[in-house]
């Protein structure tokens, strides 16, 4: 029977169950965290001996502990091929952060423009930024930071809600758009040949409409048979549209998120312009940290044997989330979830109005989630249903402790709203 359909009676004496069960979780003083997509200290573990690994020239013979390369190592770029697809020449490898390079490239868009501009983007009035969400809220943050007005685009099973954004960018202020294509940030769903290509093919009133591509889970299965994403940059080609695109990755989650290698991608014309700009504004990366992880991970095949290390870690831990999730909450309809194949994430859907609600009362028993509304721009959800989980971080000992306070929680708030 679904919770909705309980007498008054019945939503009351469950409320209390579920209430006596909060207290004793109460009283345990637990310490747990489902906050953030870290991953743990196990896994970090893998990478150690990286660190041990003192290799100070390319394959060159080039001492790569002085000034130079802007773009990064040959190598670096070379592996970076290996695993997107991308041509290396198109590869630009910088510091560890990813993010740093999206903001850097919004930065420089703001400053010169991109491709096709015919204005820096700083002097475009009023300009707006597609954010489809639930999404990542570091992504947000960047565009609200440059001033852009922020537009939430839905989310669905296939990725952003093509129809909104098709219409949407029939605004010449639109002036772009953020996507996380595989597993994406928090949902965990992969874009679907069909969106892709919608997102490649579209007319957009703006000339220089930029998509921001963050493929940051691109090799991240944790289960056999992962997800398929379409290749970008061959689809945008077909339709004249490759200056669109500005790919990113990085090794955060795959070696050490403080100290990986990042890379981004874009078209010929793009780099054109680009390339110069990076050249004012630094001398070269670190180098040597690129070194070490060419020396750790040195081919497609020994990164596909880490990711696999890093599966045997995760799997279980989002296997015994999802388990105790469907046990106390499926029948009952009490909330909604994603079941990702890859990732970090899964994405809650709690009764509206309750989001924030459970994120207090979990608190109260000592479980650690993200801000209720951190997923949609401006930290503003409209329903007040939205959870981002992060099972990553927390031991599997401490899985079970910490979905039992939630779905706890869950329960509490789904009933006092049905019976205020």
């Known amino acids: ?43 970090l573990d893998l990478s150690q001996p990286m660190l041990s690994l003192a290799e100070w020239q390319d394959d060159a013979g080039v001492d790569c502990r002085n000034y130079g390369m802007p773009f990064g190592l040959a190598e670096m770029r070379r592996f970076w091929a290996s695993v997107t697809g991308i041509p290396a020449e198109r590869i630009i490898v910088g510091g560890n952060s990813s993010l740093q390079m999206m903001y850097e490239t919004l930065t420089r868009a703001m400053l010169f423009g991109v491709a096709g501009s015919k204005e820096p983007w700083c002097k475009i009035e009023k300009r707006k930024f597609l954010c489809p969400a639930p999404g990542y809220d570091r992504h947000f943050r960047v565009t609200e930071t440059l001033g852009f007005e922020l537009v939430t685009v ?64 691109a090799v991240h299965d944790f289960v056999e048979d992962g997800d398929h994403l379409l290749d970008v940059f061959s689809v945008a080609e077909k339709y004249g549209h490759e200056d669109r695109f ?35 504004e630094t001398i ?30 995760i799997r279980p831990k989002f296997d015994t989330l999802l388990a105790i999730l ?18 970090y994430f899964v994405s809650m859907e709690v009764p509206d109005g309750c989001a924030k609600r459970v994120w207090d009362l979990c608190r109260e028993a000592g479980l650690t989630l993200t801000d209720a509304g951190a997923s949609f721009p401006y930290g503003r959800d409209p329903k007040d249903s939205n959870l981002r989980l992060a ?30």
């Not at 169950?17 to 991953?39: F, W």
């Not at 597993?183 to 892709?196: A, M, R």
């Not at 979905?403 to 009933?415: D, F, G, P, Q, R």
């Open 326 to 343: 469907e046990r106390e909450l499926s029948d009952a309809g009490y909330a909604q979830w994603t079941r990702p194949s890859g990732g």
């Open 284 to 313: 070269g990366p670190d180098k040597l940290n690129q070194l070490r992880h060419l020396a750790f991970l040195p081919n497609k095949e020994a990164l596909t044997a880490q990711m696999k290390r890093h599966a045997e870690y």
């Open 154 to 217: 839905p989310m669905t099973q296939d990725g952003p809600d093509m129809d909104a954004v098709e219409e949407l960018v029939k605004d010449p202020t639109v002036r772009g758009m953020w996507c996380v294509p595989k597993y994406s940030n928090p949902t965990g769903v992969t874009y679907s040949d069909e969106t892709v290509t919608r997102i490649a093919a579209m007319e957009t009133a703006a000339p220089d409409f930029t998509v921001m591509w963050d493929n940051a889970y």
């Open 246 to 280: 500005f790919y990113f990755s990085s090794t955060s989650k795959i070696t050490f998120p403080g100290a990986g290698v990042a890379m981004m991608s874009m078209s010929e014309r793009n780099l054109a312009k680009v390339k110069p700009l990076i050249c004012a």
């Open 1 to 43: 029977m679904h919770y909705t359909e309980y007498t008054k009676e019945e939503a009351a004496s469950r409320l209390a169950e579920a209430e006596k069960k909060h207290e004793s979780q109460i009283a345990l003083g637990l310490s747990l965290d489902l906050s953030r997509g870290k991953p743990a200290p196990e896994q």
């Open 391 to 420: 099972p990553t971080f927390c031991s599997l000992a401490d899985m079970t402790p910490a979905a039992e306070i939630l779905t706890t929680s869950v329960k509490i708030a789904a009933l006092e709203r049905l019976l205020a």
